[in-house]
């Protein structure tokens, strides 16, 4: 099948060519007839399958006839759990309709309030945005939905995750019934069945690939270690390795994350953190350096596990490992983009097994034991209950109170507001710890 089949307009389909693009991918080929026929829908599949595209496409597809509104408000509304998604949905909505009128705007936690005012004050076609931020607007009457014709829920199930249920049933009811409601999710079960009930008519669903799908191009290794210092020791020898192109080091919290940026890069790494305790423009400096290659190590939290599309991202390393399973597979999927082979490292000691066992069972694979000559574990992984945490501090902790960044902390944009606003200075140089 190719795009012209979708019954896509002329420009839309000059600006996919020109992105490189000659066949659409599996969701896109069954969501977009689906969305164009007007009805609701509820679609899932594993990150890195061009899903932005298949709710984006039809979207610019309604915007090339007018409104028969005469508002200023959005005619699309896209709502994302974390900035960098929203950013990157942004691009994509630009870039499809580089042939096109339409005006895009993207709102979210970071950027100044007066900038957004003015963005709002303009006519918008499609407005991006992450649920805390665009309530605060709403609140203030400064949103107008009255024009509205589509509803995008974006990784739906993380902004459930992150405590926005709420916030997003505000936004729904704010917005005409008359909608079209498209929600993609990593899982289309349990709660997130029942916020379909609640917000979407009549859904067609789409499945193309289980959460638990194994990902083909990507080599999973596990490595016992002992405790901290026997991580740093092989996070160290690993990262000599030249076939390491780039790569993310996931670690459980942002104070861990700057802690660990800050030792690589006193070790000679161009290395740089990233979490939510940095302001957007910090977030977006590092990313442009990221993807321009001036970092080659970018130590992050699992704000930065979905949303973030750079191709030469050649290992994933869980420095600790997620909280929660299906966490674990978005970290990973940050790398093998695009059908490249890719590698991901996870680092587990005694107390992990139960952490282990959900990831193994949710995804339906063993991770593969690796041992480094020199690097051995002395004390050997068992596979009944975990061993008891050892003595705490310096980071690593994967079992410790605060900072998982899955649940906001008292901030609807889901990360805390707790000093670190000048962290992250896109200078290659890591966030200060605060000291």
Known sequence: MSFENLNLHPSILKAIAEAGYTEPSPIQAAAIPEVLAGHDLMAS???GTGKTAAFILPALQYLTEPSQSKSRGPRILVLTPTRELATQVNDAARKYS??????TVCILGGM????QNKLLSQPVDILVATPGRLIDHLERGRIDFSRLEMLVLDEADRMLDMGFIDD?????AATPASRQTLLFSATLEGTIAGLAKRLLKDPKRIQMAAQQAKHENIEQRLHVVDDLAHKNRLLQHLLTDAEVRQAIVFTSTKRDADMLAEDLFAQGHQAAALHGDMNQGARNRTLTRLRN??????????VAARGIDVAGISHVINFDLPKFAEDYVHR???????GSHG????????????HLKRIERFTGHAITPHVVPGFEAKRPMR???????????????NDRRGGYEGRPNGNRDGYSNRGGQNRGTGTGRPASRGR
């Open 45 to 47: 599949a594993q990150t």
């Open 98 to 103: 580089a042939q096109m009128r339409v005006k």
């Open 112 to 115: 100044p309030y007066p900038l």
């Open 168 to 172: 997003v049933e505000k936004i729904a």
């Open 293 to 302: 290659g001036a970092i080659r190590i970018l130590v992050a939290t699992d």
């Open 332 to 338: 990973i999927g940050r790398t093998g983009r695009a």
């Open 343 to 354: 590698i991901a490292v996870s680092f587990a000691s005694g107390k992990d097994v139960l």
């Open 383 to 397: 596979s009944g209950a975990p061993s008891p945490a050892g003595k705490r501090g310096g980071y690593g902790n």
